[in-house]
């Protein structure tokens, strides 16, 4: 079997993918989660008045849910054409398809206004979000890996991951602004529109960046091979059937970072006020802090990676996620701003050393022609069996006795899991070569 060889893209190119796949992603997370935060703290009474505040919350939380649901829905379809005719045209799509989603949240009627089509409307709208995000991780995260020169997977692949705390660094300052600017009065009656609507604005941004990306090297190279490299005609089915172990692994991988990462950014806003009684600017700001400091721990996780392997620093990231998880919850409820901000960047970097790496490694697990739906599909089983159902768990748990250790046991118990599929996973053999000629310490590394 023969492969194309590509050299390195020339640097301004490497550099517009790089900001193509930050700007965009990050673009993209903002508007997810300026919807977890309107989740937590106006979506009850605007769209659920007729529950009390305890059962809107949870409401609110369930269509925050729905997102989730069709996020694997997302990653099949657009894996499978980001697979058959090229990642690029995927990027577009689906930010394309994010931003009219968002905008149209914003436009929404309440529940006041049109009854029991509002909370209709939210959920539909908010299940199209999961489809445009579904698809948005595996694109961006392939444009810049397969992009990357020899040694820098880990690096480049940072950079559609630090898009996520980006976004959440963002969205807290849009909200952090219009709640401040505006009052709690005005804020909870139409405020709280104005971060869905600025939406429109940073979408045309991103895609005047992306429409001018050129294609992934690696997928120019599968298009123009006349060998068995060339593009599968259903990639996700054999995807399925010839590498279902990777799938599995690599979503249960991701279990426990999404899930604990939702709580951290959604939950604990909701949480902050309406249980620890702190307002809710003290809340956006510690948010804030621990997002930054995610984001740097992305970008210096993934550049460990590099130099001593993903193994390395997979699974130390992993046990210190389980250490976070065991004493972020005792720390909170501390209700001091001091104590919570270190519970806040605890987690942060142990998020970040889970998720910093993952680009390359879920990378790694697949050939080219099958990359965006094997990883696509990997990340989102992960995303709804962790972050789609942790906000209305967590709500839950907590509702049994009013404490929080019952959360603490569910993140341990998830920790602990994904833990384990993280040893798992990054033992096995790889059965085909990974992007072009990995380096020898990464060969070792992944087979153990």
């Known amino acids: 079997m023969t492969r194309t060889n590509t050299s390195p893209p020339a640097r301004t190119s490497a550099r517009r993918v790089l900001l193509g796949s930050f700007v965009g992603t990050a673009v993209e997370w903002y508007d997810y989660f ?268 993934a550049i460990l990676s590099d130099r001593v392997g993903r193994r390395r620093v997979f699974v130390s990231g992993s046990v210190g996620l389980v250490a976070a998880a065991a004493v972020f919850f005792p720390l909170l409820d501390s209700a001091s701003t001091p104590v919570l901000l270190l519970a806040f960047l605890l987690m942060a970097v142990m998020l970040g050393f889970t998720y910093g790496p993952q680009a390359a490694l879920f990378s790694e697990l697949f050939p080219a022609k099958l990359r965006y739906s094997g990883s696509s599909l990997g990340y989102q089983l992960g995303a709804i069996l962790g972050g789609g159902i942790a906000p209305t768990v967590a709500t839950a748990l907590y509702g049994i006795n009013n404490q929080s250790w019952p959360i603490t046991v569910y993140l341990v118990l998830i920790s602990s899991f994904s833990l384990v599929c993280v040893l798992v996973l990054t033992r096995r053999p790889r059965e085909h070569a990974p992007i072009t000629e990995p380096e020898p310490e990464q060969v070792s590394t992944l087979q153990g």
């Open 34 to 301: 300026i919807y977890g935060m309107a989740a937590a703290l106006v979506f009850g009474p605007q769209f659920f008045p007729q529950f009390s505040p305890a059962a809107g919350t949870l409401a609110s939380f369930a269509t925050y849910s729905v997102g989730f649901a069709a996020r694997p829905l997302g990653g099949i379809v657009m894996g499978h054409f980001g697979d058959r005719i090229g990642r690029k045209s995927m990027l577009v799509l689906s930010l394309t398809v994010m931003g009219l989603a968002t905008t149209g949240i914003g436009l929404l009627p309440t529940y006041d206004t049109i009854g029991v089509w509002a909370p209709v409307l939210l959920v539909t709208l908010r299940f199209v979000q999961g489809l445009g995000v579904g698809g948005e991780w595996g694109g961006a995260v392939l444009m810049a890996v397969e992009h990357a020169p020899a040694g820098r997977r880990g690096f480049y692949g940072s950079f559609p991951q630090m898009g996520v705390p980006g976004g959440l660094i963002l969205a807290n300052l849009v909200f952090l602004s219009v709640s401040q600017g505006l009052g709690t009065a005005a804020f909870t009656e139409w405020g709280w529109r104005i971060p869905f609507l600025a939406s429109a604005l940073l979408i045309v941004v991103g895609l005047v960046i992306r429409v001018g990306i050129q294609e992934s090297p690696e997928f120019a190279a599968v298009k123009q091979d006349s060998t068995d490299e060339r593009p599968a005609r259903l990639p996700i089915v054999e995807v399925l059937r010839n590498q279902w172990r990777d799938v599995l692994l690599a979503g249960g991988t991701f279990i426990a970072n999404n899930a604990i990462g939702y709580i951290f950014m959604a939950y604990t806003l909701a949480y902050g006020t309406k249980v620890l009684g702190l307002s809710r600017n003290t809340m956006l700001v510690v948010i804030l802090i621990g997002a930054a400091t995610w984001l740097v721990a992305i970008a210096g996780s």
